[in-house]
């Protein structure tokens, strides 16, 4: 592992590039330990876009063991601005309760204030307090109740804000009003009021009661959509360090001429040149990415790394030299609505069939077939002492390619 690596196809402790690979990566679409870009996947993924991981955070979409960020996210726990999957969510149930006092116990004693009077000459009655110049005004049906000094003392100052309810414990008295009529037979001038001995008072404190409990209904679904995400993460994961098993590589080239074109700037008899990126791992897993130019027309940019078939051989100087087989569909040209893809011509090689044929339908269809030799010219760089394709068996294949016959 390098120190720090800019080559997709090789991981370092900090790997930069559009798919790095490393400890700390960074890039488009990183893979790491710590993976920093638009799509990264790793133990901690911070992405602008997507991420995925143990921990993902991000601005777009995220999925992960813990989940976090704006936008839609997929965890066992998340922590979202936006939307999302929380397999291990909790539903929280809250109970307000007003917090219980001697208040509650004497009131369920309590009589209707209009039975005072008529079935009952004293008892516990709850009224709603007023405020009456700065003090407490209890009133039962038109009656204000009288409070003594103690009782006063028990309901304290007027709070500020919402009263509360006041239980009051009162006789009804026949109370002189000091007033007396002509002569001493005549009693004096009565009236009922109600007397108070006892107060309790109601609480405005709140008690929460908070229940908590796992909605196993809800992950029935949940579970299936988390192990989806979690499995495209793993693909991704795993196709990343996969490809750096592909550590054996060449790049060669393949000399050809033009057999057929009905491209106006490839005409007959153009040389060309296909430059061709081989990776394998010695073995059956074999990529490449192509490129054909001829003359001063690029023909075909680089390609897609798509796997491929190589065979390897060596001159009496273990100079190497290959064949190749490769395919690429191409995609076709999107051109609707507000799409404006010119889409990517289509490629077939098969060096050992001597031919290459690139065709496409953008701006107008048209196919170039080009005549290549069958072994490629030695590599561009150095090559490693381990051949790309272990033992494999040169095919009966030939010489150089024979002169081109325009119009053939």
């Known amino acids: 592992m390098k120190a720090i690596s800019f080559d997709d196809h090789e991981a370092g ?12 990566a960074i890039g488009g679409m990183p893979v790491g ?68 006092t001697r208040f509650d116990d004497v009131a369920a004693h309590a009589v209707e204030p209009t039975a005072l009077g008529v079935s009952a000459s004293e008892g516990w009655v709850v009224v709603s307090p007023r405020r009456w110049e700065g003090d407490w005004r209890l009133e039962v049906g038109d009656r204000v109740v009288e409070l ?9 100052p007027l709070p500020k804000g919402e009263l509360p309810r006041v239980a009051v414990h009162v006789r009804l008295v026949h109370a002189p009003d000091g007033a007396t009529e ?17 107060v309790a008072l109601e609480s405005l404190e709140v008690e929460r009661v908070v229940t908590r409990e796992r909605n196993y209904l809800g992950m029935l679904w949940k579970v299936p959509v988390w192990l989806a995400a979690m499995t495209v993460v793993a693909m991704l994961v795993y196709g990343a ?14 000399a050809g001429r033009v057999r057929e074109s009905n491209a106006t700037d490839v005409p007959l008899g153009t040389p060309c040149k296909v430059t061709a990126r ?42 190497p030299s290959f064949s190749l087989s490769y395919v690429n569909k191409g995609r076709k040209p999107d051109h609707s609505g507000d799409e404006n893809d010119d889409g990517k011509p289509s490629i077939s090689v098969d060096t050992e069939a001597r031919e290459v044929i690139v ?49 053939r």
């Not at 790793?42 to 992960?64: D, K, N, Q, T, Y």
């Not at 003594?148 to 304290?156: F, H, S, V």
């Open 182 to 198: 002509a002569g001493y037979r005549a009693p004096p001038k009565q009236k009922l009021t109600l007397r108070c001995d006892d």
């Open 13 to 24: 402790f900090i790997a930069m590039g559009a798919r790095p690979v490393g400890v700390i």
């Open 148 to 156: 003594e000094d103690a009782e006063r003392k028990a309901l304290g």
């Open 241 to 254: 360090i996969d490809d750096l098993g592909l550590d054996r590589r060449a790049t060669v080239t393949f």
């Open 359 to 407: 065709a496409h339908t953008y701006p107008g269809p048209w196919r170039v077939v080009v005549d290549v030799e069958p072994w490629s010219s030695a590599p561009l760089e150095a090559v490693e002492a381990r051949p790309l394709v272990e033992g494999t068996s040169v095919p009966a294949a030939a010489s150089e390619i024979p002169p081109p016959t325009l119009g």
């Open 33 to 100: 330990v710590v993976a920093i870009g638009f799509a990264s996947t790793g133990v901690l993924a911070l992405s602008v876009g997507m991420s995925g991981g143990v921990v993902a955070i991000s601005c777009g979409m995220h999925a992960g063991f813990w989940a976090g960020g704006v936008g839609m996210s997929i965890g066992l726990k998340t922590s979202t601005v936006g939307g999302g999957v929380e397999v291990l969510e909790v539903d929280e149930h809250v109970q307000e309760t007003r917090k219980r």
């Open 278 to 319: 081989l990776r394998t791992d010695g073995y059956a897993r074999q990529k490449a990415a192509v490129g054909l130019e001829c003359g001063p027309v690029t023909v075909y940019a680089d390609g897609d790394d798509d796997r491929a078939t190589i065979h390897q051989r060596s001159d009496d100087h273990g100079v």
